[in-house]
């Protein structure tokens, strides 16, 4: 589904990441982890198509066969790619349902499918409030103004359950998060699990893949993957901290 | 140099104007207002018209409007007999106002050009009010519309013979929104002084809606004053409508004089126009008073727009709230001053201003100015402006849902927007400007189709992709 193959981004001149390479296919979870400042949330911000600072110097991303580095961002998130946001932006301004409403129809037309009835689309709402356990009301609010830090990583995922992307990526998804709420992201991120669909999670700390078990987990360092395991590499990155590899990379 | 001729010859145009035509001038006038025109005019005659240098105007480069020949009227320049409905019809679904028409600022009406219903309103023309209520036109008329806030109040002051006259007695809710519309439409050049009265009595409530509008692409010049007294414990709601031809020059002053425990909200939307001046004055004269002053532009082309406000907190325990936000595309210039004062003995006054503008283009321009002037020491006041771009965080955020580059944009500008639109109280009202200010963003609002609220022709039913009734 996903193939990196040595990819390498500069932020302003100073390369991040370092030749990359990672393969993803239907029905994984994979972890990506690494101490601050390692590149992950730019990998992240890479897959997703964000411009600007962001230069890929060299390498190659496909995704579904397709090289997408000259794809735009909403080409992107419409073949669908997801990027869970570390910050999520607020939006004053802009309601959660029409924030919705209009991307699932662009996302629709794209495909040459029809609007989504009123139907639909309260039906999808309803169901992914459910799944991350929104009130009513969060739904008429602007986009993440004035959220806890809780209800916009809900929010994130409440917008994964609309969208069913075939390949997710939660950028420090954890982050700001209390146990509980840790644990309503992680049973929604579960609960979207299929056998087409990818996730990649990137996180700081182990606790996160106490409640989503990936397939493989991958340690970042200095913006390169230095080491890639099973689900008991995490495990040990918990007990042995980041150093041991530091030192082998 | 040219223009500095020019510009001193509209000016002495008008003096001349004055000179030969007193008696026409002061036909409808008692011996109050004669005085207060000879003296508006001595004002006028030192100040004459602003120009870049004087203060409040170096930003609005008025002298290319001044340098053309214009038209100017001392008498009603159309038929008695116009059908103003033929020339525009209001067609906001669900919108009742009482509807009071001035054709290139002159006072249009069949029955007498007032009336006075049961509760005592008085709605009509200036000129008839002069006349027939002519204490209290002398009692209100060019008080506080102040001469020397401009060489055009002073000349508004000195020439203008007619406009609307709204009187509120005491103690009486108006239910039906006023809606004023001063059309204007001549197929020469023209320039147009009109003056309106408001008065509100006491613990009594309005809503007015003033309209500019025009319906052809004449170039126009028009120097419109508006005095509305809001006595103690009244509220007015009070809309200002701009869509005006990119050939018009629109100098806009409305004074607000709010007495113990008055509320006033009002809100100016400028949709369109050549080059438009809105200067809001507002004296917080009596206690208790609040003041809620707003306004949208969304400007492009080479359209120029300036709001200029004023606040003048007199009384303790008053607050007023200000808040402008515009979008200015293409080469389209705006500028923003806001002033409030404080003085000595306001103390517990709150006073915030807000000018938040966004630039959609480089060669897009905005001078903005807050400015808090604050001599009593128990006040809380702030103020802030901002200019920015669309926020390139927000557009990653959109785009990252796949919602693509024109509609993400449109998302943002209106959500900017729709802060002051959802202000407006008048619910019909509020959803036309809505859909106007989605046409105006997409590109789509044409001035010679319709103009601000009265068209001939139906509009076309608008379809979003987004939907954003629901925003």
């Known amino acids: 589904m996903l193939s990196i193959k040595n990819l390498h981004v500069s932020i302003e001149g100073k390369e991040i990441i370092k030749g990359l390479n990672l393969e993803v296919h239907p029905g994984e979870v994979h972890a990506i982890m690494g101490p601050n400042g390692t590149g992950k949330s730019t990998l992240a911000a890479v897959i997703a198509g964000r411009e600007g600072i962001y230069e890929v110097t060299e390498g190659e991303i496909f995704y579904k066969g397709k ?35 209009t991307a699932i129809n662009e996302i629709r037309q794209y495909k040459g499918l029809e609007q989504i009835s009123a139907a639909n689309f309260l039906k999808d709402m309803e169901e992914a409030k459910k799944l991350v356990g929104i009130q009513s009301k969060l739904t008429n609010r602007s986009v993440n103004e004035g959220f806890s830090g809780g209800e916009k990583k809900k929010n994130e995922i409440f917008q994964m359950a609309m969208l069913k992307p075939d390949l997710a990526i939660l950028d420090e998804t954890d982050s700001g998060l209390d146990i509980d709420a840790l644990k309503v992201v992680a049973n929604g991120v579960n609960a ?24 493989f987990v991958h340690v970042l360092y200095n913006g390169r993957i230095v080491k890639s395991g099973g689900k008991e590499l995490a495990l040990e990155l918990e007990s042995k901290g980041y150093d041991w590899l530091k030192a082998e990379a | 140099m040219e ?14 104007t004055f000179e030969d035509n007193e008696k026409l001038i002061f036909r409808n006038d008692s011996s109050t207002i004669v005085d207060r025109r000879k003296k508006a005019m001595e004002i006028f005659r030192e100040q004459r018209f602003p120009d870049s240098k004087t203060e409040n105007w170096r930003n609005t480069d008025i002298s290319k409007a001044l340098a053309l020949d214009y038209n100017y009227y001392l ?32 006072f249009i009406s069949e029955n007498g050009n007032l009336t006075k219903d ?88 309005l809503q007015l809606v003033q309209c500019d509008d025009s319906v052809d692409h004449q170039r126009s010049l028009i120097n419109t004053v508006t005095e509305i007294f809001v006595g103690k414990n009244a509220s007015l709601d009070h809309y200002k409508l701009q869509n005006k031809n990119d050939n018009s020059t629109l100098i806009n002053s409305i004074f607000f004089d709010l007495k113990r ?35 949208v532009y969304l400007v492009d082309k080479a359209q120029h727009v300036d709001n200029q406000i004023f606040i003048d907190h007199a009384f303790p325990n008053c607050r007023s709230n200000e808040l402008f936000k515009g979008i200015i595309d293409d080469s389209a210039h705006a500028v923003f001053n806001g002033r409030i004062l404080v003085r000595k003995d306001a103390q517990h006054t709150n006073a915030y201003q807000t000018n938040k503008n966004i630039l959609l283009t480089d060669k897009a321009t905005v001078n903005t ?52 639109i959802n202000n407006i109280r008048i619910e019909p009202l509020k959803i036309r400007i809505d859909d106007m200010v989605k046409k105006r963003l997409r590109g789509e609002l044409s001035i010679c189709e319709q103009c601000v609220l009265h068209c001939s022709t139906m509009e076309k039913e608008i379809k979003f992709e987004i939907d954003l009734s629901k925003v």
């Open chain 1, 67 to 101: 090289d997408i580095s000259e794809m735009a961002i909403e080409d992107r998130a419409r073949e669908g790619i997801f990027l869970g946001f570390q910050y999520p932006v607020e939006i004053p301004g802009v309601s959660i349902t029409n924030f919705m409403r």
């Open chain 1, 192 to 215: 979207l699990k299929t056998d087409q669909n990818a996730t990649i999670v990137i996180t700081h700390y182990q606790r996160l893949l106490d409640y989503i078990i990936p397939d």
């Open chain 2, 3 to 16: 223009t500095k001729t020019s510009h001193t010859a509209l000016g002495q145009k008008m003096i001349q």
């Open chain 2, 75 to 106: 008498e009603p320049g159309f038929q008695k007999h116009v059908d103003i409905d033929k020339m525009f019809q209001c067609d906001i679904p669900h919108l009742q106002t009482k509807m009071i028409s001035q054709l290139n600022g002159w």
């Open chain 2, 118 to 205: 049961v509760q005592g309103v008085i709605i009509g023309s200036l000129a008839g009010a002069k006349k027939n209520y002519s204490e209290l036109v002398d009692a209100h008329y060019g008080l506080i519309a102040d001469d020397i806030k401009s060489g055009f109040v002073a000349l508004n002051n000195a020439f203008a013979e007619d406009g609307v006259f709204i009187y509120v007695p005491d103690n009486v809710e108006v239910k039906v929104p006023l809606q004023m519309v001063n059309i204007i439409n001549h197929d020469e050049n023209i320039f147009i002084q009109n003056h309106n009265l408001v008065i509100i009595g006491e613990n009594s409530s």
């Open chain 2, 261 to 295: 425990d008055a509320r006033l909200s009002t809100n100016a939307i400028t949709l369109n126009g050549g080059l438009i001046r809105n200067e809001n004055y507002v004296t917080l004269n009596g206690e208790n008073c609040e003041a809620n002053v707003m306004g």
């Open chain 2, 369 to 420: 100015k807050p400015f808090l002037e604050i001599y009593a020491d128990d006040v809380k006041c702030s103020h802030g402006a901002t200019i920015g771009q669309i926020d390139e965080n927000a557009m990653f955020y959109l785009k990252s849902r796949g919602i693509g580059e024109h509609n993400a944009k449109m998302l943002l500008m209106y959500a900017f927007a729709a802060e002051v």
